[in-house]
């Protein structure tokens, strides 16, 4: 009988984690197809670099937005519930996106859109803490954020061919689809009651009270931690969000062909995922200095990339750079989450990701800003490496402190 009950036990597991994966790789396919979109939404809206720029960081506005009240939406309504809310929620709002014919109205659609996700990604991570152990929720965790990087590698092909037949604004009302069909999987099949013998407890501070923003800001490296993220987001988001239109507009490479070349970052981005993560188990000690390395070599890469006279060139330096920039998000948060004691880690990383945001929204509005007044991508590429050294830097720092409190020990 407990035989039967432990295998019913993991095959909920299973079926609960895939379809957060698939849920994960939906919402980057509805976020990342106004990247390919871009060069044709500009032209046909009249719009500047700068004010697509400031179209693309309203998404990551209305995502930060909702970062701390979704967790507890989550919590007070159910993941489930809530994970249901937000798909059909965002599904309608990436079909407005094609509908809208102002620049305003596609910005407050586009926040909309940002909340309607920002709302899922709380009710995910609950489901994960939910169902899986705390010795499991790592590689639970690593398992379906590695849909970060197989969404964007599938946008790109399917989403330029879909503008090259019928349009952008045709793009945005199919892509509505993926998600309304996630949504019935999700009603289906995701049990409403969390694995039996999973363990809950009440994340508490060491005066026995529950753990708030006052116990995370007195941890000097959580400030280290914080702004390592913010200035991560913005190369992130930046080169998840323009890459598509720097093909385009900067090496004038056709809409089908820009689809393929932008797709490969992503899945380098995939195998960096598996093997720096790999890594970074193979020497903990040393996981921050790994990541530092990482942001560094992404940098070079994408100094190489502008540089390189060739696409073909220009398409491997890029492809480099996803490797590196998608491979440090696995050892990053393992990182970070072993500089915390284990009563503040929920809060902690509910905080860190609200500093990543806020380097998320900043990056394509300056980016695009940077084009518009220059004319070139040359200061935006800059702009994304000041970015990635700064988070290096803060990272070995980190791994000084780190060292030097071992030694105290």
């Known amino acids: 009988m407990n035989e039967l009950m432990g295998q019913s036990n993991k095959n909920q597991k299973w079926t609960m984690l895939c379809l957060m994966w698939l849920t994960m790789f939906v919402s980057y396919l509805d976020r990342v197809n106004i990247a390919v979109a871009g060069p044709t939404m500009m032209h046909d809206l009249n719009m500047s670099p700068w ?24 919590d007070k309504f159910g993941a489930k519930r ?31 859109f940002g909340i ?42 399917i989403a330029a061919w879909i503008i090259g037949l019928t349009g952008w604004r045709e793009l945005f009302l199919y892509f509505t689809i993926p998600g309304l069909v996630m949504a019935v999987l999700l009603f289906k099949f995701l049990p409403e009651k969390p694995v039996a013998g999973v363990v809950h407890t009440e994340i508490l501070n060491k005066h026995g009270s529950k753990a708030g923003w006052k ?22 988001w930046g080169f998840l969000l323009w890459i598509p239109s720097y093909l385009s507009l900067a090496r004038h490479i056709e809409l089908k062909t820009m689809g393929f ?9 995939f195998f960096g995922m ?64 072993d500089q915390i004691p284990d009563e503040l ?7 860190v990701n609200f500093g990543g945001q806020i380097g998320g929204f900043f990056a394509p509005i300056v980016v695009g800003a940077i084009v518009s007044f220059t004319g070139s991508f040359w200061g935006g590429f800059l702009f994304l490496i000041s970015g990635l050294i700064l988070a290096a830097g803060m990272l070995f720092i980190l791994q000084i402190l780190s060292a030097r409190s071992r030694i105290l020990r």
């Not at 004010?51 to 989550?74: N, R």
């Not at 994970?83 to 909309?112: E, H, K, P, Y």
């Not at 790999?278 to 940098?299: D, E, F, P, R």
């Open 261 to 269: 070349y932008a797709s490969m970052p992503y899945i380098f981005g």
């Open 51 to 74: 004010i697509f720029g400031s179209v693309l960081s309203s998404f990551t506005f209305g995502y930060a937005l909702i970062q701390i009240p979704g967790g507890y939406l989550a």
């Open 116 to 157: 309607g996700e920002g709302i899922a990604l709380g009710a995910q991570f609950k489901l994960v803490a939910d169902y899986f152990s705390s010795e499991e929720r790592s590689s639970a965790n690593a398992f379906f954020l590695t849909a970060l990087a197989i969404g964007p590698a599938f946008v790109g092909p």
């Open 345 to 351: 880690r929920a809060t902690f990383s509910g905080f």
């Open 215 to 236: 116990d995370i800001v007195t941890y000097p490296t959580v400030w280290l931690l914080f702004f390592t993220y913010m200035f991560f987001n913005i190369a992130f």
């Open 274 to 337: 598996i093997i720096l993560g790999w890594l970074g188990n193979k020497i903990m000690k040393h996981q921050t200095s790994l990541v530092a390395v990482g942001y560094l070599m992404t940098g070079f890469a994408l100094y190489v990339a502008f540089t390189q006279e060739s696409a073909l060139g220009c398409l491997a330096a890029l492809s480099c750079a996803g490797f590196f920039l998608y491979g440090g998000f696995g050892p990053f948060w393992a990182t970070a989450q």
């Open 82 to 112: 809530m994970m249901l809310i937000a798909i059909i929620c965002w599904s309608i709002f990436t079909g407005l996106t094609g509908v809208v014919s102002s620049v305003s109205l596609l910005i407050a659609v586009r926040v909309l």
